[in-house]
């Protein structure tokens, strides 16, 4: 994906509540998709990732899901905790490249309230 | 335990002034990445080393260098900054390209006055 513009997405959900998270790509080619989270002032942080020939991935409290036939990938956070708030990229690598440029989507701001 | 490093964490420069970002890495990677980030923006990669061959993204511009004089450092260089230059600067490592996950350092954030 690309970034397009200065209004980011927004989520907002109660502490606790499961949370989705969701990214469009555009390049039929990528076959690497990376989540990352953002907290304010700070780099973005790896959470999972996802190789092409999978459609589902999990990790501790987190679940990324791949749909390659709509390009389309999404993050689910179980439970979430007030310290889940942040900005959340998805971020993916085309094959056949000759170096790991990594695309980033717009990004979603995420808000957990107590 | 911070495994990229980058400093400074706040920098204010004038505009026209010439400023050096810097970044060192405890990962022994061999990437290195320089990412641009707007606010309410994604990361926007501006160049990166593999080891020590520079590749620059084609819509960077000139006033915009990087050296990497070792494994470990990684510097940015703002020629002759902008207002419009005003943003994180990102530096990231990967252990190889392909299908290797960048890690990121907690960002310079650049001020232009």
């Known amino acids: 994906g690309e970034s397009v513009g200065l209004h980011l997405p927004t989520l907002s959900v109660q502490e606790g509540d499961n949370s989705i998270i969701n990214c469009a790509y555009s390049?039929?080619?990528?076959?690497?998709f990376i989540w990352y989270k953002q907290e304010s002032g700070k780099g973005p942080q790896f959470i999972i990732d996802i190789r092409s020939n999978m459609d589902k991935r999990q990790g501790q409290r987190v679940t990324v899901l791949l749909n390659k036939t709509v390009k389309h990938l999404s993050l689910q956070i179980a439970a979430t905790q007030p310290g889940d708030s942040a900005v959340y990229f998805c971020a993916d690598l085309a094959g056949g490249t000759s170096y790991g440029k990594l695309t980033f989507g717009q990004g979603t701001i995420l808000t957990v309230h107590p | 335990d911070a495994m990229v490093i980058q400093n400074p964490r706040y920098q204010v420069t004038q505009f026209g002034k010439p400023v050096t970002l810097s970044c060192s890495q405890t990962l022994n990677h061999n990437v290195m990445y320089w990412y641009q980030q707007k606010s309410s923006q994604a990361p926007k990669l501006l160049f990166h080393y593999y080891d020590k061959d520079f590749n620059n993204e084609a819509d960077t511009p000139d006033n915009f260098q990087s050296r990497r004089p070792n494994t470990s450092f990684c510097f940015l260089d703002i020629r002759s900054p902008g207002l419009g230059d005003a943003a994180m600067y990102l530096c990231?490592?990967?252990?190889?390209?392909?299908?290797?996950?960048?890690?990121f350092g907690n960002g310079t954030r650049l001020t232009v006055t």
């Open positions: 990231a490592t990967s252990r190889t390209t392909g299908e290797s996950p960048l890690h």
């Open positions: 390049n039929s080619a990528s076959d690497y």
